[in-house]
């Protein structure tokens, strides 16, 4: 790897070689995003011209998510309370046997 570099610093035609590749691959990343960016975009247009067309409210959608988020957060604070529980009884019992 040394040697390479080495090679790399000593010869201007290999330098120049490595900038040129360096900067192509730059920008061909960046013209991806891009495009990314673009394709995201119309996504998001396309949704939300569909709620508009159709006359749908998005709240309706987000109380139903954030109903069931909330479900779901009372069943994990229940199963971890019990979980908490029984370690700390555990943790007692493995105590009074030492």
Do not use: H, R, W
């Amino acid at each position: 790897m040394e040697t390479l570099i080495d090679k790399l610093v000593s010869q201007p035609i290999y330098m120049g070689a490595a900038v040129v590749l360096i900067i192509s691959l730059f920008f061909a990343c960046l013209k991806k995003l891009v495009k990314i960016g673009i394709v995201i975009g119309l996504v998001l247009i396309l949704y939300l011209g569909y709620f508009a067309l159709t006359g749908n409210n998005s709240t309706e959608i987000e109380e139903v998510i954030i109903e069931k988020g909330q479900l779901t957060m009372e069943k994990i604070e229940k199963k971890a309370e019990k979980v908490v529980k029984q370690k700390i009884i555990d943790q007692k019992k493995n105590l009074k046997n030492k």
